[in-house]
């Protein structure tokens, strides 16, 4: 069998105390290489994130830290783990609800089945 590789992303806003996906879990036989993920803090206000590899509801952080306004969390190769399970999932959460703008994200990743 032939192993592929496809890059592709994912962009969007957090959304206060609910986790969202920057990276969604892969299929079965697939992983996921996450190559980086960005957040920029478009918010009036200084916001504090948590950024976590979720492994069947078990939270791992990768980083927690509050961002003042504007700036921007680059996380890259050397930071994030590779999602090789379907109950493995890159997100993120604030500590609470923006004061104006969510912060938004970008993320990059490459599909191996």
């Given at each position: 069998m032939a192993t592929t590789f496809v890059e592709t992303g994912n962009e969007g806003d957090l959304n206060?105390?609910?986790p969202v996906s920057?990276?969604?879990a892969p299929a079965g036989g697939?992983?996921?290489v996450i190559r980086s993920a960005k957040i920029c803090n478009k918010d009036t206000a200084a916001v504090t994130v948590d950024v976590y590899k979720d492994k069947n509801g078990t939270?791992?952080?990768i980083i927690q830290l509050t961002m003042a306004v504007g700036?921007?969390?680059i996380l890259d190769e050397g930071d994030i783990e590779v999602l090789d399970a379907t109950d493995e999932t890159l997100k993120a959460v604030m500590s609470g609800a923006a004061a104006t703008t969510n912060p938004?994200?970008?993320s990059s990743y490459a599909v191996i089945t």
């Open positions: 206060g105390t609910t920057l990276v969604t697939e992983r996921r939270a791992y952080r700036d921007t969390l938004t994200f970008t």
